[in-house]
């Protein structure tokens, strides 16, 4: 099975590009959520972003900044999300890494926060944690 994003990277299938360099494209999401939605894929195929090397990383994001300061100045956009989906269970559907940016507009809009409702009883029990630096086996 051919990987769409691999594909939009070699040019198989047209895309409104937004930013290109040597190891990264960013295009338009085709499901836009927020005017100028645009999905930022490093050009190497892996499907998580533990997959990448500490370099890529550090060029992935380093372009998810020069996108969203690209989006706010030529959109006008007075704000932005981020997101990424990996894996399965956490909704990701192209299993080929990449951030979202979502440009948003005017004041006071909802964050992602607004997906994730507080889960009041894990809320409770990290209140009561021990503090400082923490023991994973100690997490609720
Ligand atoms: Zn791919």
Same mark, same amino acid.
């Given at each position: 099975?051919?990987?769409?994003?691999?594909?939009?990277?070699?040019?198989?299938?047209?895309?409104?590009?937004?930013?290109?360099?040597?190891?990264?494209?960013?295009? %338009?999401?085709?499901?836009?959520?927020?005017?100028? $939605?645009? %999905?930022?894929? #490093?050009?190497? $195929?892996?499907?998580?972003?533990?997959? %990448?090397?500490?370099?890529?990383?550090?060029?992935?994001?380093?372009?998810?900044?020069?996108?969203?300061?690209? %989006?706010?100045?030529?959109?006008?956009?007075?704000?932005?999300?981020?997101?990424?989906?990996?894996?399965?269970?956490?909704?990701?559907?192209?299993?080929?890494? $990449?951030? $979202?940016?979502? #440009?948003?507009?005017?004041?006071?809009?909802?964050?992602?926060?607004?997906?994730?409702?507080?889960?009041?009883?894990?809320?409770?029990?990290?209140?009561?944690?021990?503090?400082?630096?923490?023991?994973?086996?100690?997490?609720?």
């Amino acid at each position: 099975m051919k990987c769409i994003f691999c594909e939009i990277i070699n040019k198989n299938i047209p895309s409104s590009i937004v930013y290109e360099d040597e190891g990264v494209i960013a295009f %338009l999401d085709i499901n836009p959520r927020t005017r100028g $939605h645009t %999905l930022v894929v #490093p050009k190497r $195929h892996v499907s998580s972003l533990i997959e %990448l090397s500490d370099e890529e990383v550090c060029e992935l994001f380093r372009d998810v900044k020069k996108c969203a300061e690209l %989006l706010m100045k030529k959109l006008g956009a007075t704000g932005f999300n981020i997101g990424l989906n990996n894996g399965r269970s956490a909704g990701q559907l192209i299993e080929h890494v $990449h951030v $979202h940016i979502l #440009p948003r507009y005017g004041d006071e809009g909802k964050g992602f926060e607004s997906a994730f409702p507080i889960d009041e009883e894990l809320s409770e029990k990290v209140k009561n944690m021990p503090k400082g630096l923490i023991d994973f086996s100690t997490l609720p």
